[in-house]
């Protein structure tokens, strides 16, 4: 199946002898071991891709080549070793200047359920670059491909990609491993009337060429593979700040944009903290509401949910924490998915940083509680080996290691840090972190090294108060774990007392942030029952809220409640939002009762041709359907 798996391990043995397999002209090219590819990237690394694709949205297909330009590690090598899923390959060549091609002999392995198949290609030792002539499959993981009815503006269909974790392979054969860097040019074609944005230069005024349905791309800076991204629609560009903008469907332009205007100020203050912002714009594009994330922090171009568009930046944190992944996890990255906390966790840090700068310590503070609280409620039906943050996946889907566990449990650790050593120490340790390692992608075992390094050893009475290897490899949270208060809630928990005990008189609510009314929410007792519910609905009208963040709670608690008067609501909730955050726990909750499964099973029928495939297989397994 793998033909260079014997001179892999060998390879990955004299690197461990050389304490270090880095090629002298790339210093990120550490070699490591990463069990969710199959590609040999010890022997041979690819450095840049080269995609000209067509986009048939007819047959919800792309369908193109890729070059991949490559540089041999070991002299011996005579494969490279790409990850692919579900991808029709018709032809490979190779060739040493990138003019003349020749055909080459090429295997495609057997299909892995998680991890695709490896696609084995032959090189000789002159070859510098490989050409794949492919195509995709129509039910590609990492592309969503909706009708034109799935959109705001009805008329024109769209398609976008999502590759983290590992879903870059269903699109492009590709060392599809975070340890690998590559710089990336695209030509892609497509519809004239739409347009083509890329993680890359979407600036078109500048660097790249544009004309009707043919649009050029590149991004100069090494990047892993799962933050290529490419999105396609009837979709227009509003500035919202000098460096900053937002780029949606043409009805949701002014009000995305308004949303989002603080973005500049947002970039400068974590310049200030943190150093340079190394990808020159930022920008934003608003996806429709099938979007199975909240946000993705492809590189100058986040992509997000239009679930956050509250219209009153109440939800703009997470634009903070996918702005704040272009310090940790686009400039400094996870080798391999089980390092994901060192993505994940320093984001979430630096996220509520960002948030206490713009919006004040009080939201801050708020949005760490309720973090906190999410945390320990899931942590409660994780098992030990999943409560550690550097987690062990080996033979798993990297999704399994998306919990809340890397980003609050890291958030509480890197919290403690700032804590004891004060933030003066510790912004500057965090500074100089983003320094060494930019542009290079590390393993939790070299951030634990410079963690020792620049900020434990230096500080060793402080130290010691830090239980480090219970943070990286315990379960749980450890003793003295920080625990952050929030006036603000110590007014909303007064508040739901009063209503608790049978006061309608809550004066403050009128003034309530989102946070405060996630809070009240959560303080409501179990067994609240419909009348508890219709009595809040009465006077706060919760099943009417245009906040989808307040709503997914409420239709939650209306199923664990049973209150059938938001059932309408939930159904078309459920068949318009694709957010995973927000469907899962109510399709869990519905699946809990004969009569809630039911239900759930006649709204899914008529949901799911709309939700995106990763979307598609979490629900299928939460209702146990085999499709
Ligand atoms: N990088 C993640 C999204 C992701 C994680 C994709 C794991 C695939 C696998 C992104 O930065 C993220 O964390 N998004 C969150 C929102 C955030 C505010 C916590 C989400 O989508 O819920
Ligand atoms: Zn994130």
């Known amino acids: 199946m793998n033909l260079s798996r014997g001179r892999a391990s060998s390879s990955i043995l004299l690197c461990a002898l050389l304490a270090s397999c880095s090629h002298p002209e790339r210093p990120d090219m550490l070699a490591v071991t990463d069990v969710h590819s199959f590609s040999n990237s010890s022997q041979v690394r690819v450095t840049t891709v080269d995609l000209d694709l067509h986009v048939l949205f007819d047959v919800k297909t792309l369908m193109g080549n890729v070059i991949l330009s490559f540089t041999p590690i070991d002299p011996n090598a005579d494969t490279l070793v790409l990850d692919t899923r579900h991808l029709s390959i018709e032809k490979v060549e190779i060739s040493e200047d990138r003019s003349k091609w020749g055909d080459t002999t090429f295997t495609l392995g057997k299909e892995d359920p998680i991890l695709g198949a490896p696609l084995t290609i032959k090189i000789t030792p002159s070859a510098r670059f490989a050409r794949v002539t492919y195509s995709t499959s129509p039910n ?38 975070p340890s690998v860097r590559v710089t990336y040019n695209a030509r892609v074609r497509y519809p004239s009337g739409m347009q083509a944005v890329m993680s890359a230069t979407n600036d078109q005024t500048r660097t790249s060429v544009t004309f009707a349905g043919d649009t050029v791309f590149q991004l100069a800076r090494p990047i892993p593979a799962y933050l290529i991204a490419l999105a396609v629609g009837d979709i227009s560009f509003k500035p919202a700040g000098i460096r900053t903008g937002v780029y949606a469907e043409p009805s949701l332009l002014d009000s995305a944009a308004k949303e989002f205007e603080d973005m500049g100020k947002m970039i400068d203050a974590t310049e200030e903290l943190f150093g340079p912002y190394r990808w020159d714009r930022y920008d934003v594009l608003v996806l429709p509401p099938s979007f199975p994330l909240g946000g993705m922090e492809n590189p100058r171009l986040t992509f997000a949910t239009p679930t956050i568009l509250a219209g009153d930046k109440s939800l703009v944190s997470l634009v903070a924490h996918e702005m704040a992944h272009s310090w940790s996890g686009n400039l400094v990255t996870n080798a391999t998915w089980s390092d994901f906390w060192l993505n994940e966790g320093y984001t979430v840090y630096i996220e509520r940083r960002i948030i206490e700068q713009i919006y004040g310590k009080e939201r801050a503070d708020m949005e760490a509680v309720l973090g906190r609280q999410q945390l320990e409620e899931e942590m409660a039906h994780l098992a030990p080996r999943d409560q550690v943050l550097h987690i062990d996946l080996k033979g798993r889907d990297p999704d399994d290691g998306a919990t809340s566990v890397p980003y609050e449990k890291g958030y509480l650790f890197l919290l403690q840090l700032e804590k004891t050593f004060g933030r ?99 303080q409501m007792p179990a067994n609240l029952g419909p009348v508890g519910m219709k009595r809040l609905d009465d006077r706060f009208h919760l099943t009417a809220s245009g906040n989808d963040e307040i709503l997914a709670q409420w239709l939650l608690m209306t199923v664990k409640q049973n209150y059938q008067p938001a059932y309408p609501k939930l159904a078309s909730f459920l068949q318009t939002v694709g957010r995973r955050k927000y469907i899962k726990p109510i399709y869990e909750e519905l699946a809990k009762t004969a009569a809630g499964r039911e239900r759930a099973l006649h709204i899914y029928h008529l949901a799911r041709p709309a939700y995106h495939p990763i979307a598609q297989s979490t629900i299928d397994a939460v209702l146990k359907l085999t499709i």
């Open 140 to 177: 590609a993981s990492g592309v969503q491909w909706l009708t034109p009815e799935q959109t705001a503006g009805k008329k024109l269909p769209f398609m976008y990609t999502q590759n983290e974790a590992i879903h870059a392979r269903s699109w492009m054969p590709v060392q599809d491993t």
């Open 424 to 522: 003066e120490r510790f912004d500057n340790y965090l500074r100089s972190y983003f320094d060494r390692y930019s542009f290079q992608s590390i393993t939790t075992e070299t951030a634990l090294a410079y963690l020792k390094e620049t900020l434990l050893d230096p500080n060793r009475d402080l130290a010691d108060q830090i239980p480090l290897d219970a943070w990286i490899n315990g379960p749980g949270l450890p003793v003295g774990a920080p625990r952050v208060h929030s006036v603000l809630f110590d007014k909303v928990d007064d508040a739901a007392k009063k209503w608790n005990a049978g006061s309608n008189d809550i004066p403050l609510a009128a003034r309530w942030s989102t946070q405060e009314w996630l809070r009240f929410l959560n």
